[in-house]
């Protein structure tokens, strides 16, 4: 009996150390893969900011690898772009040598596309055929990869906008591909988190998660907001701070009827509301704060909650810069990565909440 209890337990030490070191593995891949989905976001900031979204009109996803290598290939693209109507009425003057600088962008944000799409699907597949996946994570982490290959048409289908009516982008299709980016952002942060151990301290509060949620679910709705306020060049409206030049609640924010539409197409209403929505993650996320020190000081949950509010307090003044100053690229990026941060902090923050994903371990013993 002893021998068999013996042999029993240096099975399970056995698999447990094989988990373990899946789990690593995985946790190492969804890492590398949220690094590279980071740098995307922000080189798509940086084509929004620098109207440089529109000088690739064609979709290839194949083909389209390979940049221009010759002045011939340069002009035919170049070309290209002159037929739609940012060119012929924003840009009519543009040298093919200015036309590179906007290319480069737009080209660069497609090729980090196209490579998170192997560097999420390659590992995944080798993970499944060598049983390094747990079943019950084949599923959800499939749906990412597919959420990803809908992203990618998501993200033409918003190009595709600015190419016959409009010398823009659409500011909704512009703020859908966003959101989808930041929740293949948020699920691989929460499966990479869910696979990490965990402090088995009890929550501050019995509401701790739930808060945890809604901040999570306020930061993504304000990156939302933010991806309007890009859209409609809505920074430059009101280049002042705290009030809205000389008011709390400025005159013309239902200027456009119906009165609801304000709330997408009114530039000065997007940075009214992009406004209250800071204000009111930045109170949210100092009462958890307050809170969570008060009732559990010196826990990791506490820990956390500063580190939370440290960040937004941090995004706060990248926001406040970067509207007094007039939108500099920089900052800007600088505001738009901060978001990202506290995004995907607070997922991981959410996630901590419920402890490392439950282990499967089926040891059989022989006789």
């Known amino acids: 009996m002893a021998a068999t209890n013996f042999t029993t337990e240096q099975a399970i030490l056995k698999e447990v150390a094989r988990q373990d070191r899946n789990r690593r593995a995985i946790r190492i891949w969804l890492a590398c893969v949220l690094l590279v989905l980071f740098g995307l976001v922000l080189v798509g900031g940086a084509t929004r900011l620098t109207n440089s979204g529109l000088s690739i009109t064609q ?11 010759n002045a011939q290939e340069w002009d035919e693209e170049f070309n290209l772009y002159k037929r739609i109507p940012q060119f012929q009425l924003l840009n009519k003057d543009m040298t093919v040598e200015e036309f590179k600088g906007i290319f480069w962008w737009e080209w660069a944000h497609r090729l980090l596309a196209r490579t998170i799409g192997i560097i999420f699907g390659l590992p995944l597949l080798f993970f499944v055929l060598t ?32 190419l016959e009516a409009r010398t823009d982008v659409s500011q909704y299709r512009l703020a859908t591909h966003l959101v989808t980016a930041c929740l293949i952002f948020a699920a691989c942060m929460w499966f990479m ?22 901040i999570a679910f306020m930061a993504l709705f304000q990156i939302y907001l933010g991806a309007l306020v890009a859209g409609l060049d809505a920074g430059l409206s009101y280049n002042t701070w705290p009030l809205m030049d000389g008011a709390v609640v400025p005159s013309d924010l239902f200027i456009q009827s119906p009165a609801w539409i304000n709330f ?45 509010f ?49 282990r499967q371990t089926s040891i059989v013993v022989g006789d």
Not at 205 to 210: E, F, G, L, P, Q
Not at 274 to 284: D, E, N, S
Not at 335 to 341: E, M, N
Request: hydrophobic fraction near 50%; avoid cysteine; glycine fraction near 10%.
């Open 264 to 308: 997408f197409e009114n530039p000065k209403t997007v940075q009214f509301v992009h406004r209250l929505g800071a204000y009111a993650i930045f109170v949210v996320v100092a009462i958890n704060m307050v809170v969570s020190l008060r009732a559990a000081p010196q826990t990791t949950h506490a820990r956390r909650s500063v580190v939370l």
């Open 59 to 69: 979709w290839q996803p194949i083909h389209g690898v390979i940049p221009p290598l």
């Open 310 to 358: 440290m960040l937004v307090l941090i995004q706060a003044i990248l926001g406040i810069s970067t509207l007094l100053l007039h939108v500099p690229l920089d900052l800007a990026l600088a505001h738009q990565a901060g978001a990202l941060i506290v995004f995907g902090f607070a997922i991981a923050n959410w996630r901590g909440f419920y402890g490392e994903l439950p």
């Open 193 to 214: 988190r869910a696979l990490s151990p965990h402090s088995n301290e009890p929550p501050p509060t019995r509401h701790s998660a739930k808060v945890a949620g809604l």
């Open 131 to 162: 049983g390094r996946v747990e079943r019950k994570l084949w599923l959800p982490l499939a749906g990412i990869f597919v959420l990803g290959g809908l992203q990618g048409a998501i993200g033409w289908w918003m190009v595709s906008s600015g």
